[in-house]
């Protein structure tokens, strides 16, 4: 059956927002702040199309198009973009004629590659025109309907650290606007680079959290204190009904209190009120090593979820793959052998 999309950006949107809010399995990331947030962090451009199929309304699907060098890239979402899944939101099951519709589009906007992940995808009509499948892996906590339910959820190790954190002066409270985000980003760059990562994102993405869904209610913002010093913060982004971890940082020279514990757990406690169901931790793999166990002392549970990814330009696939089985690999080695030559200087 035919399928027509129109491009509703630089329109009303508010029918969009509005309808969008009520379809089955539309989250924060379809949400008009979130998408704004996406677009201005990387100068990209919002395709937000409507869907009619027999010129009847049949859903919306936000894609944003992003420049790489000589390449155009469509994502809903791309990696990197802190933004769990996306995809379209249908009134019925993703069909063979509306995919052709998307390629149609693709190859109008000229775009090298394609990459979406989200609820309305279907694997084998995607495999069928030529998409491949990879895993996107992260933490996920199911959110209780009290406090004393969440609390008994958590490890033995972890209830003990945050109780150690409570014990000590340390206090968290809710931040409103954009107090002490530099100092939050100043703490984000000292933890990657002491573990000899590159730091992923710049300071103007906590702004734009803050000036989208911070201005909009879709944002909280906790900061740890010891004597009135910022020593560690966290963000997390949510709809109704689950919250997303976005930014955390703390100061290290403070490990010994546990303050990302007790930022977490204070998290999740408003998440409780608030009357979440899930909290999805962001990132992590199977392999328990520090991060993932953390993430799994609080009672989280391993998740695998589809992305799909589709390349349209032979020369593109040919410097994506130089970059990930070549470049990424001697990065990794270099960096992984300057933090090894740090360490017995900081520790001198």
């Not at 155009?72 to 899944?85: A, D, E, I, K, V």
């Not at 000036?211 to 913002?221: A, N």
Request: aromatic residues 10%; hydrophobic residues 40%.
């Amino acid at each position: 059956m035919p399928y027509e999309l129109r491009d509703l950006s630089g329109g009303d949107l508010a029918p969009y927002e509005s309808h969008v809010s009520r379809m089955q399995g539309s989250n924060l990331f379809h949400s008009l702040p979130w998408l704004e947030f996406i677009t201005r962090e990387h100068s990209g451009r919002l395709l937000l199309l409507e869907i009619r199929k027999d010129g009847r309304l049949f859903g919306y699907w936000p894609l944003i198009a992003v420049n790489k060098a000589v390449f155009r890239l469509l994502g809903s979402p791309l990696r990197g973009w802190l933004t769990s899944h996306m995809g379209p939101l249908l009134e019925g099951p993703l069909e063979e004629d509306l995919v052709r519709a998307l390629m149609r589009l693709c190859a109008q906007n000229r775009i090298a590659y394609l990459e979406m992940a989200g609820q309305s995808l279907d694997a084998s009509l995607l495999a069928a025109a030529g998409f491949s499948a990879k895993q996107r892996e992260t933490w996920v906590l199911d959110i209780e309907a009290d406090e004393q339910a969440q609390w008994d959820k958590l490890h033995h190790n972890c209830r003990k650290n945050i109780k150690k954190s409570e014990r000590s002066d340390v206090m968290v409270s809710e931040i409103q606007g954009p107090q002490f985000l530099p100092r939050l980003y100043e703490l984000v760059v000292r933890t990657f680079h002491k573990k000899g990562l590159p730091v992923p994102y710049g300071y103007r993405r906590l702004e734009l959290l803050q000036d989208t869904i911070g201005t909009h209610g879709q944002m909280l913002y906790l900061g740890a204190y010891l004597h009135d010093e910022f020593i560690g913060g966290h963000i997390w982004g949510h709809d109704h009904h689950t919250a997303y971890a976005l930014v955390v940082g703390h100061d290290e020279q403070h490990d010994p209190l546990r303050v990302t514990n007790k930022l977490v757990w204070e998290g999740i406690k408003r998440f409780v009120r608030m009357g979440l169901k899930r909290y999805d931790m962001y990132g992590g793999s199977r392999s328990m090593d520090g991060v993932t166990r953390f993430k799994a002392s609080f009672g989280s549970n391993y998740l695998s979820e589809p992305y799909y990814c589709l390349t349209r330009s032979p020369l593109f696939g040919s410097a994506m793959f130089a970059y990930e089985h070549w470049y990424l690999p001697a990065v990794g080695a270099l960096r992984r052998r300057r933090a090894r030559d740090r360490a017995p200087a900081e520790q001198g």
